[in-house]
């Protein structure tokens, strides 16, 4: 029997704690296995390790409106807009703005 993805990212990880892609695709894992404390606890460890990580705000914004935090939620898409500006990363400013903007309405700013 072969190991499942997240066994085998987990294994990975271990051998390498700070490696941004491995952080980021173990917190994507445990989200889509609606793991939501562990997907959180390893995308902000992510952000400690690699604050310029521009896809992880949009996916920890995310995480963070699914639980209803609205104000990391929007805190954290201003981070990442102000990072996507600076790394002139127009595709993740473009999404990081949209989905800001979206908040905005559902909070009725």
Known sequence: MSKDRLTTLLDYLQQKPEDSFLLFA?????????????????YTKLKSVDPNYIGLYYH???LYEAINE?????????????????????HALSELNNARTNLNLQLGN
Request: glycine content about 4%; hydrophobic content about 40%; aromatic content about 8%.
């Open 26 to 42: 173990v917190a994507k894992e445990y989200e889509q296995r609606d793991d939501l404390s562990q997907a959180l606890l390893h």
């Open 60 to 62: 920890l914004a995310k």
């Open 70 to 90: 609205d104000h990391l939620a929007m805190s954290t898409y201003n981070e990442g807009v102000e990072l996507a500006q600076k790394l002139g990363d127009f």
